[in-house]
């Protein structure tokens, strides 16, 4: 019988040290690595682009579903260097602006923007597996994933994280908004009908709040099954 391909799902809150995390076990194991979050970005960006506000209509709803569809993008690069391409543009640092993080979250709560996205997701990482990080990965997208894990931490430790990484990258940042940015958007993503946040059926709860980068990879390879 043909072996199933390994499939790790990694779901949690923003600033859990998710996409680290998942990057870091991906090279680890020489698996794919896809950032489900880039995509729901994507859409966001090219929403923001059409002029489109986190308040939507009707009508802008609409739109979103559309571009949602037509969305073209790539990923590229290993893991720890991937780069992100829309319409054959390299979008990979506008993906990250704090107006993209929001309207992420806004576009993501549209249940056509969400199956669109699912279907391709699984399209993507059902052939070759991968480590798959998002929100909703082991819960909708591979409830029967090779491992599930949902990684947390303490909200001040997610906030000061996500401060580091952002003034890491030369964004101007202030420590208090960017702590309620996140709330904001873990309220909005934990609470909206469709696919919430939340850990899945069977999903192992990583507390990476005091672990650093290593141990948090050495805890969630070692949570693999073994080979048969
Ligand atoms: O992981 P991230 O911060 O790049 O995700 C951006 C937004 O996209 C996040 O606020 C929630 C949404 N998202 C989602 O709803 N489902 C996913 N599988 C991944 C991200």
Redesign the pocket.
Known sequence: MAQRPILIAIDGP?GAG?SATAREVAVRLGLPYL????M??AVALLAARAGLGPELDAAGREAVVGLARRLDVHFAGDPRNQRVAVGGEDVTGALRAPEV?RM??VV?AIPEVRREMVRRQRELAARAGGVVE????GTVVFPDATLKVFLTADPEVRARRRFEELTGHGVAACRESVAAEQRE?DLR?STRPD?PLKPAQGAVIVDSSRLSLPQVVDAVVALLPPTP
């Open positions: 923003a998710k950032d489900t979050g880039a729901y970005r993080s992420a979250s993501s998002g929100r909703d990965i958007r993503d696919s």
